[in-house]
């Protein structure tokens, strides 16, 4: 069977969303296209990771052009996406590894999740290798979503990221961790619970 790829050029959307109560929310990426709708899960951390990333790479693509890169120094506001995620979303699979690049000739920012892979290897040089193999299989390597976006897209996809990632449950003052509506057990109280 040969790799399935979703391939998204210049998407009509690419978004990070939501699913469930904060707390117990689902990650997501989601690229559509006409009636086309891909949906992969992914972890808290690596939106955020993957944000993150986007905008620094966008800066350094800024810098090293002298400001000449079709790149806004922020997301602009006529494409700024806050509608949900498009219903139903169905998981095409959890994302394993992401990979981000920056297309100079075309002016695109390449993004790229493959989905999660679980290999056997008897040392650490023998997972490396064959994770290696494995990513760089383009006909038997695991599923992946490729999406390639302007300058534009990606700053407000990277805001509407980190937006998401920030509206889950508050920290605590004390300790950093979330806030659970009924309250948690600090660490930092001696385990003595504390409300919301």
């Excluded at 990650?27 to 992914?42: E, K, N, P």
């Excluded at 951390?45 to 790149?71: F, P």
């Excluded at 219903?87 to 100079?104: H, K």
């Excluded at 508050?170 to 409300?195: A, F, I, K, M």
Aim: with cysteine; net charge negative.
């Amino acid at each position: 069977m040969s790799r399935q790829v979703f391939l998204y050029d210049q998407p009509e959307r690419f978004v990070a969303g939501t699913v469930g109560l904060p707390g117990r929310r689902t990650f997501f990426l989601q690229a559509s296209a006409g009636s086309r709708v891909t949906s992969v899960a992914l972890e808290k951390t690596q939106v955020a990771a993957l944000a993150e990333r986007m905008d620094e790479l966008l800066d350094e693509v800024v810098r090293r052009s002298g400001g000449s890169a079709a790149v806004p120094a922020m997301a602009p506001t006529e494409i700024t996406d806050t509608a949900p995620l498009d219903t139903p979303v169905e998981e095409e699979f959890r994302v394993g590894t992401m990979a981000l690049a920056w297309d100079g000739e075309e002016q695109r920012m390449i993004v790229e999740a493959q989905a999660l892979v679980e290999l056997d290897a008897e040392t650490d040089e023998d997972l490396a290798e064959a994770e290696e193999r494995l990513l760089q299989d383009e006909e038997n390597g695991p599923p992946m979503l490729r999406v390639r976006l302007t300058g534009a897209q990606a700053r407000a996809f990277a805001k509407r990221a980190l937006d998401v990632v920030n509206a889950g449950r508050p920290p605590c003052p004390l300790c950093s961790l979330p806030l659970d509506p009924e309250g948690h057990v600090c660490p930092r109280q001696n385990g003595y619970r504390r409300g919301a």
